[in-house]
Each structure stands twice: as structure tokens, then as C-alpha cells.
């Protein structure tokens, strides 16, 4: 003889303990009249390492929290306390250029590559100084 839960659904050997933190935001989501998250509602966050060239600290960044290069460069510039951090985009002369990691171990602008493959692909990033980026640059 199957046993149901006030919910409606049958009780099987893995429902009968006390519901994890998951279950009780989804029941808690329905009386209320809200739907539970779903997968594609919860956006990933991607946290990389960021270190600056003469500060002995490093901090950290959720790159997808950002929606294009030049909102990660400004967040970079409050962070770091300046305003000499830019994109070597050949639109501006900058004391400092950022740099990324790449899954491959490769060192690349930040800027060279579309955003989403940036997100995807970034493992740490570096403030360097500009003049060192330069030969880093594909339209150097």
C-alpha cells in the first residue's frame, strides 16, 4: 500500500526523512504563490582571481556578474583604487592593461576575444603594466 505526503506525492524510500533546504524553498515557494527557480532563472557565477602588478593583495571577481569588457575594466578601476586601468584597444593610452588566463594556459588582452567566450574561458587575470601588454596585443 503506497503512503502520500500532504503535497499529493507518493512517499518513497527517499522522500520519508525531513525534506533538505531545497525541498523546503520549493514548498515554501508554492504556498506563497511562487514558482521555484528554475535552472535557466540562476545564472552561473564564474570567480577568478585577479592580481595587480605592485599591490600585494589579490582579489576576486565574478566575471559574469558583468554584462561587457568595459563594465569589468570600471569595476577593476574601484577595486584597485585607480583610474589607470583600459582596455589596449588602441582608443586610449593607458598606464595599465589587463590580461587573462585561458583554459589553455595562455596569456591574452582582455578584450581580444568576444565577451562570452572570455567568461567561459577566463582561469585568473593580471593588471599589468601597459608597456609590458604590448607584445601581447594582436593589433599591436
Not at 72 to 101: K, P, Q, R
Not at 103 to 118: A, H, Y
Request: charged share 25%; proline share 5%; aromatic share 10%.
Amino acid at each position: 500500500m503506497a503512503s502520500y505526503g500532504d503535497d499529493g506525492v507518493e512517499l518513497t524510500e527517499l522522500t520519508l526523512g525531513p525534506p533538505g533546504a531545497s525541498a523546503r524553498r520549493a514548498r515554501r515557494g508554492r504556498k506563497n504563490g511562487h514558482p521555484p527557480p528554475s535552472s535557466s532563472m540562476i545564472q552561473a557565477a564564474y570567480f577568478v582571481k585577479v592580481s595587480m602588478d605592485g599591490t600585494p593583495y589579490l582579489r576576486k571577481v565574478d566575471v559574469a556578474a558583468y554584462g561587457d569588457y568595459l563594465e569589468l575594466v570600471e569595476a577593476l578601476n574601484d577595486m584597485f583604487y585607480c583610474s589607470t586601468i583600459g582596455l589596449m584597444d588602441g582608443y586610449g593610452e593607458w598606464e595599465h592593461a589587463v590580461v587573462y588566463e585561458d583554459g589553455d594556459g595562455d596569456w591574452m588582452l582582455v578584450g581580444d576575444v568576444p565577451w562570452e567566450m572570455f567568461v567561459s574561458s577566463c582561469k585568473r587575470m593580471r593588471v599589468m603594466r601597459a608597456c609590458e601588454a604590448r607584445g601581447l596585443s594582436s593589433n599591436a
